[in-house]
């Protein structure tokens, strides 16, 4: 079950229709700066993610150097 070429074409045809000639690269334009923000904000959230799992690493190494000068 794959998308042919009529199936395509009837859906610009309808998309075409909803929309206007007009108003369609401002919606298309629309839709691309939000999967851009989209992508940014995925990105975003794995650096943060990676900075907080790191950070995380950090502070329990500082605690097992902490508790092992304690016990000397």
Avoid: Y
Wanted: overall charge negative.
């Amino acid at each position: 079950m794959s998308i042919g070429v009529p199936e395509v074409i009837i859906i610009l045809v309808i998309v075409l229709i909803l929309f206007g000639a007009g108003k369609l690269p401002r919606v298309m334009g629309d839709l691309a700066k939000g999967i851009k923000n989209f992508k940014a904000g995925m990105k975003d959230e794995t650096d943060s993610t990676k900075v907080a799992a790191t950070a995380g690493r950090d502070s329990g190494d500082a605690e097992v150097d902490q508790d092992s000068t304690a016990k000397n």
